[in-house]
């Protein structure tokens, strides 16, 4: 199997897995729990704690487990408008995650006012219409440290600095960047930052909210006394366990990891656009994380391609996998300026730390075959597209 859909998740990596297997094993005691059994869990979820807090360049106070990336965003923006009644607009991008996008329009039903700011072909934010849109009723802005489609890495910082000489509280969503270049808080200067522990080899079911310290923010489950009262619920501690080995691991592997999957991308990049004519990169030529890239097979169906190269063993995606099963066009690539039936000819190839000169060599071997035999089959004139 060639495995090329890693942003959508990616396998455990073994040593997480052995290390979740003992302690499922070992440890059934609930961290809550005053006696022995309970303290040691407890003990062991301040290690995974401490782990993860560590490779964000934060303290291990400031972060709260959550159920997913998705929670974490929920959390996150909702959290924030819920502390700040008195604030009422909420701004974020047109290229987010249905994490995010779903929150806004939610937020809307609600009353709030909410932006989504446009992007350019490359998909980069439009800064200056970000300037305009913020208000002093701005309680928060959210904007993606990279997109899970196209992989184009925004201005964290410059948007920070934007939003902090309004007195606005920034988060982003660190899921696609988090374990693929340098996450660190206090660089980023963002207030809040979601991760998930499935994008970087650990568990699904358990995610991270970064909370920097004196950020108002309403708890999202109310009950005991766990995640500082801001999380409610007996901990995932096997998933939270996994997460902490899961980065742990990542900081060990660090810079190896990401020149590795930049190297390999770059010469299945450059396979793919020697090999197939009549193709659109999409993402920015420099700004994007190295391992995604997204390219629309002018008129053909992505579809096809997709469920052609899965004959082969080979694994890619059409779009973010909690939009795979809708109709409708990638929100992403038509924020980009993509028509329509350019976006559905749309195929997402994302690495990881599995990947091997193999898996690349294999798909450079059948996809341009495939590709041309779609065209003959659809009786695609050349010159047409
Ligand atoms: N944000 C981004 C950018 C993502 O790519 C994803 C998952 O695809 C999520 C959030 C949601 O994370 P989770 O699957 O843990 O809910």
């Given at each position: 199997?060639?495995y090329l859909d890693n942003n959508a998740t990616t396998?455990?990596?073994?040593?997480?897995?052995?290390?979740?297997?003992?302690?499922?094993?070992?440890?059934?005691?609930?961290?809550?729990?005053?006696?022995?059994?309970?303290?040691?869990?407890?003990?062991?979820?301040?290690?995974?704690?401490?782990?993860?807090?560590?490779?964000?360049?934060?303290?291990?106070?400031?972060?709260?487990?959550?159920?997913?990336?998705?929670?974490?965003?929920?959390?996150?923006?909702?959290?924030?408008?819920?502390?700040?009644?008195?604030?009422?607009?909420?701004?974020?991008?047109?290229?987010?995650?249905?994490?995010?996008?779903?929150?806004?329009?939610?937020?809307?039903?609600?009353?709030?006012?909410?932006?989504?700011?446009?992007?350019?072909?490359?998909?980069?934010?439009?800064?200056?219409?970000?300037?305009?849109?913020?208000?002093?009723?701005?309680?928060?802005?959210?904007?993606?440290?990279a997109n899970n489609e196209i992989g184009?890495?925004?201005?964290?910082?410059?948007?920070?600095?934007?939003?902090?000489?309004?007195?606005?509280?920034?988060?982003?969503?660190?899921?696609q960047?988090?374990?693929k270049?340098?996450?660190?808080?206090?660089?980023?200067?963002?207030?809040?930052?979601?991760?998930?522990?499935?994008k970087?080899?650990?568990?699904?079911?358990?995610?991270?909210?970064?909370?920097?310290?004196?950020?108002?923010?309403?708890?999202?489950?109310?009950?005991?006394?766990?995640?500082?009262?801001?999380?409610?619920?007996?901990?995932?501690?096997?998933?939270?366990?996994?997460?902490?080995?899961?980065?742990?691991?990542?900081?060990?592997?660090?810079?190896?990891?990401?020149?590795?999957i930049?190297?390999l991308a770059?010469?299945l990049?450059?396979?793919?656009?020697?090999?197939?004519?009549?193709?659109?990169?999409?993402?920015?030529?420099?700004?994007?994380i190295k391992g995604t890239l997204n390219?629309?097979?002018?008129?053909?169906?992505?579809?096809?391609?997709?469920?052609?190269?899965?004959?082969?063993?080979?694994y890619v995606s059409?779009?973010s996998a909690?939009?795979?099963?809708?109709?409708?066009?990638?929100?992403?690539?038509?924020?980009?300026?993509?028509?329509?039936?350019?976006?559905?000819?749309?195929v997402r190839m994302s690495l990881g730390?599995?990947n091997?000169?193999?898996?690349?060599?294999?798909?450079?071997?059948?996809?341009?075959?495939?590709?041309?035999?779609?065209?003959?089959?659809?009786?695609?004139?050349?010159?047409?597209?």
């Amino acid at each position: 199997m060639v495995y090329l859909d890693n942003n959508a998740t990616t396998p455990l990596d073994p040593r997480v897995c052995e290390k979740m297997t003992e302690f499922l094993k070992t440890h059934f005691g609930n961290p809550s729990s005053l006696y022995p059994i309970g303290r040691e869990v407890k003990e062991i979820i301040t290690e995974a704690r401490e782990s993860i807090a560590h490779a964000l360049g934060a303290k291990r106070t400031d972060i709260v487990f959550t159920g997913s990336g998705t929670e974490s965003d929920n959390f996150a923006v909702r959290g924030v408008m819920n502390a700040l009644p008195e604030k009422d607009e909420f701004i974020t991008s047109a290229i987010e995650h249905p994490a995010i996008i779903e929150t806004g329009n939610y937020l809307k039903t609600k009353g709030k006012k909410v932006t989504f700011v446009p992007v350019s072909p490359d998909g980069i934010i439009d800064i200056d219409y970000l300037k305009d849109a913020i208000t002093p009723r701005t309680a928060i802005v959210s904007i993606m440290h990279a997109n899970n489609e196209i992989g184009t890495i925004q201005p964290i910082e410059e948007i920070v600095r934007i939003a902090k000489d309004r007195g606005v509280i920034v988060h982003t969503d660190a899921v696609q960047t988090f374990g693929k270049t340098d996450v660190h808080v206090d660089k980023l200067g963002v207030d809040l930052l979601s991760i998930s522990a499935h994008k970087v080899y650990g568990p699904k079911g358990v995610g991270a909210l970064y909370i920097r310290k004196g950020t108002p923010i309403s708890p999202l489950i109310c009950g005991g006394h766990q995640e500082s009262l801001l999380r409610a619920g007996t901990e995932n501690t096997a998933g939270i366990v996994g997460f902490g080995e899961a980065v742990r691991v990542l900081c060990e592997r660090g810079e190896k990891d990401h020149r590795r999957i930049a190297n390999l991308a770059e010469s299945l990049k450059k396979g793919i656009e020697d090999k197939i004519p009549n193709i659109k990169f999409n993402g920015h030529g420099t700004k994007r994380i190295k391992g995604t890239l997204n390219y629309s097979f002018l008129g053909l169906e992505a579809e096809a391609i997709l469920l052609s190269l899965g004959t082969k063993d080979i694994y890619v995606s059409t779009g973010s996998a909690c939009s795979e099963e809708s109709e409708d066009v990638s929100h992403v690539l038509s924020a980009i300026g993509l028509k329509p039936e350019i976006a559905r000819s749309s195929v997402r190839m994302s690495l990881g730390r599995f990947n091997t000169k193999e898996d690349i060599d294999r798909v450079l071997a059948e996809l341009p075959e495939i590709v041309e035999k779609l065209r003959e089959i659809s009786g695609l004139d050349p010159d047409d597209l």
